[in-house]
């Protein structure tokens, strides 16, 4: 392979770009074989949110960058454990779900690196909701007697029309989780599916036996890994621990230190693609390894889910792509400008646009189409094409385009694919 034309620690923003999309999972040839664990373990984290348009975030992830591999085979990816190791040897998870970006789900082998963030909420010093007396032993000896439970099945589901209005069982089996002593294993019809710890996760993993700082500059190397090239507060927000956390230990990390052009102020963002003139450059991070040879290979063209790793943070995004994007689905609908789950476009390594989709019956709507010029055109089309034949859609049908003049165009793209 190639050599990078100069010295590592100076980086062009396009070479920053390329990194960070091949450390995504969005530049080469994907590993198939690895299939959904392998993008797991890559990322590091995949994000859960309640929202499903074409399909939940966290089905989205591997799509964008496998294809159309089934939805029930991305759930038993994430949730069913491994085979056992030998006689006697109970299963082995491959995941659990846990906070870390957000509520993510994370590889079961990164269970010891957030003890640091169990043991900060063992000693926290308040809470939003009472724990009623006896409530928590109470959740812990079901659990040890009656094996995974939801928290309906414990006993504990309150209707309400305030979702934080907690029964005291959900309270306490949700502290037992923070506190690690309950992890959840499995979502099941999106409900979270609880177990001990202690059964549920491998006993070399299980101890919290890395100290604070420790924990940290295992999670700041990871993320790195992950970023391929980020700034501190890049790092700091994968797994959402602070700056200064970052700081105390990120020169130990693994991480070297490199310079990225036009990373020293912020990108304007016009909602576009490119890099616009020659920017000063910006102090941050890199993994040695993606430093090593260029970035090549075949690029995705694919819709993005907001949640995405490669984009979930707007001030990165804009930094890489030159590209404003943020989710309107908690905006007020008068106050939407690109739609309630707005999806950026990606394909040959830029943000090209956006789609607000929908489904009805087996066709899959563009409720609102944005595109960066006539040549987005094609890309979001074919993305489009792939999105409603992964979901088991015949048709798509465009509502809004936001540039009139490229309402043909797309159209004329679309009837070409689908034939």
Known sequence: MTSLPRPTTELSADEARRIALRAQGFLGAPDRRAGVRGVLRHLGAVQLDTISVLARSHELIPYARLGAVGRKTVEQAYWTSAPPAGAGTP???????????????????????FAFRRRAYRSRPHWNHDLPDGAYDQVVKQLRAE?????????????????????????AVERALMYGEVVCVERRGWKRVYDLAERAVPEPLLHDELDDRECLRRLVRLAGQSLGVGTRADIADYHRVRLDQVDAVIADSGLVPVRVEGWGRAVAGKGGAGNAGTRPAGDAWADPAALETVPRGRHRTTLLSPFDSLVWERARTERIFDFTHRLEAYTPKPKRIHGYFAMPVLAGGRLVGRVDPAREGRTLIARQVGLDGPKA?????????????????????????????????LAAELVRLLG
């Open 377 to 409: 055109v094609p890309a979001v089309a074919q993305a489009l094409v792939e999105a409603a034949s992964w979901v088991d859609c015949t048709d798509v049908r465009v509502e809004r385009v936001d540039a009139p003049e490229l309402r043909e165009p």
């Open 91 to 113: 299963a082995a998870p491959h995941a659990f779900e846990y906070w870390s970006h957000a509520a993510c789900i994370l590889p079961v082998e990164e269970w010891p690196h």
């Open 147 to 171: 094996g995974p439970l939801t928290a309906t099945d414990l006993g504990g589901a309150k209707k309400t029309s305030e979702w934080w209005d907690w029964s005291g069982t959900k309270v």
